[in-house]
């Protein structure tokens, strides 16, 4: 059985699902409240592959709250996470995907070093951040969707912004290994980190946010902002495609221009209908079809009976290992989410 490890995108978001899914004592409570809460499986899901066979899962909602990024309040967000992992594994899922900021609050927490939460002694093999077959869609993503906008790679600058994160620097890899690219900048506040980005690809300009949102053909948004950006239409260059990565949605969809598009990143399609309610809570334009790639991956893992944590550490992402994922992918009935 596989597991989905979520949470929603900020309180406002949390009260009205919670008022959907028929808690109202939840909804009705300000955030002090829901660091308290325990984690809870509130949905059972059924896929089945290409291949025709059909597996089952579970969905922990973990009560994390991105406004949990704060000073005051960052031990509860490293409760929710802990408390939801130790959640799954008493459930006995095998395979369990760390989603959103779930995987960043581990790492960026080191909670490796927390195995033991009450009688519950983590086993790290039950779970994977996902952050492989995200990289891989995004990486997708850029292909495809330049492709049907009639763009050249090979006469395309690309900043990756959040380049030296997980999934910034699989996504740069791939781009340097894979495909003609013509440029590519690299865009994250820790200098030391980009420089060390830029020896491992022999490549890369390394520039500021502004700088190369202006420069930029196609911008892939990997940062790990907790809530979204402002940025005008008048500082991207046009026409430009921006591939959304992050969660929650980083890109306002109200940064209309005819010549800038924006596509939800890190997002796959399935072939066929999926049993489950959650995807209707975080607005899926197609919630029985599409969800998080970082989710599909638990899902591509249970198919394969990869019980492993497939995607764990930090800045580990391979070529091959993104390879090998997209092809379960394809074999399963996933496709990146396009224009
Ligand atoms: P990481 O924490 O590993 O990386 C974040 C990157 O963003 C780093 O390069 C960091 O570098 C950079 N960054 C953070 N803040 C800023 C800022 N203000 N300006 C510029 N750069 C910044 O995150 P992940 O790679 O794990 O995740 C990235 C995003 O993808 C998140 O939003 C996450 O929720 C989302 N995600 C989506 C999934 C999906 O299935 N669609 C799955 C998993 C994650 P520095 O700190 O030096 O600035």
Redesign the pocket.
Known sequence: MFGLIGHLTSLEHAQNVAKQLGYPEYHEQGLDFWCSAPPQIVDDIKVTSLTGETITGKYVESCFLPEMLTQRRIKAAVRKVLNAMAHAQKAEIDITAL???S??VF??FNLENNRQVRNVELDFRRFT???TH?AYIICQQVELAAQQLGMDLAQSTIAV????????SGVCRWLNENTSVEELLL????QE?LEALQLELGRGKILP?EDALSQADIIVW????PKGIEISPDQIKKPCLIID???PKNFDSQLQHPDIWILK???VEHSLDIEWTIMEMVNMDAPNRQL????AESMLLEFEKWYTNFSWG?NQITVPKMKQIGEASHKHGFQPLLL
């Open positions: 989603g959103g900021f995987s960043i790492e960026n951040t996902g952050n995200t912004c959040g380049a030296t994160g997980d999934i910034g865009v994250a506040r820790t980190r946010m990997v940062a790990s902002l990565g992050g969660y990143g890190g997002i998080f790639a970082c989710f930090r």
